[in-house]
Antibody
Framework: QVQLQESGPGLVRPSETLSLICTVS??????????WGWIRQPPGKGLEWIGS???????YVNPSLKSRVSISVDTSRNLFSLRLNSVTVADTALYYC?????????????WGQGALVTVSS | ENFLTQSPGTLSLSPGEEATLSCRAS???????LAWYQHKPGQAPRLLIY???SRASGIPDRFSGSGSGTDFTLTIRGLEPEDFAVYFC?????????FGPGTKVDLK
């Protein structure tokens, strides 16, 4: 069974960089059939797609975050990661990683349980 | 950006009743690439419906989806105790992929 698990610091200072890792089991991030994505949910708000990538090609990123987001895949450790720089309190959210089905334009069929990241001094 | 709205915000029902949830898009969702998810606190969201009307693997047939273009519906026939949760829709045709704010189905 495919499982995803987010990990990373739960507290980040304003203006610093948020870094999260999503460890995948039961599947390979090397598979060219699947895309892997990041989604977040600020407290009391709806879900926001951050970006997605596969093991080949360039990542796709939400234009609203494009200038601050970096997404990458590490096939040797079977994980993918998110970096969001210059964070503010508005970046406080529950961050999820998820797998698209076969292709970018497919729904998210497996999700992690989420990692809460708080931006605060 | 294709904005999604959902109604109602909260639906209070009893077990055995039928729930009808609506998702409306600001632009037509191409290829009906509209998904529905169930989300319970502390758990990973669960894909229920994709392509507006296809059930994901392992999803009971009391869950059904319908609609096209800009208007979509999720119906849950005969609510079970485990169905009380938040349900949100998502369009995955046009980047940025967007989600609705969710409908909470709670116990009356």
């Amino acid at each position: 069974q495919v499982q995803l698990q987010e990990s990373g610091p739960g507290l980040v200072r304003p203006s610093e960089t948020l870094s999260l890792i999503c460890t995948v089991s039961g599947d390979s991030v090397s598979s060219i059939s699947f895309y892997w994505g990041w989604i977040r949910q600020p407290p009391g708000k709806g879900l926001e797609w951050i970006g997605s990538l596969s093991s080949v090609g360039s990542p796709y990123v939400n234009p609203s975050l494009k200038s601050r987001v970096s997404i990458s895949v590490d096939t040797s450790r079977n994980l993918f990661s998110l970096r969001l720089n210059s964070v503010t309190v508005a970046d406080t959210a529950l961050y999820y990683c998820a797998r698209h089905g076969r292709g970018l334009r497919r729904p998210f069929d497996y999700w992690g349980q989420g990692a809460l990241v708080t931006v605060s001094s | 950006e294709n904005f999604l709205t959902q109604s109602p915000g909260t639906l209070s029902l009893s077990p055995g009743e039928e729930a009808t949830l609506s998702c409306r898009a600001s632009e037509s969702v191409g290829r009906n690439n509209l998904a529905w998810y169930q989300h319970k606190p502390g758990q990973a969201p669960r894909l229920l419906i994709y392509g507006a009307s296809s059930r994901a693997s392992g999803i009971p047939d009391r869950f059904s989806g319908s609609g096209s273009g800009t208007d979509f519906t999720l119906t849950i026939r005969g609510l079970e105790p485990e169905d009380f949760a938040v349900y949100f829709c998502q369009q995955y045709t046009t980047s940025p992929f967007t989600f609705g704010p969710g409908t909470k189905v709670d116990l009356k």
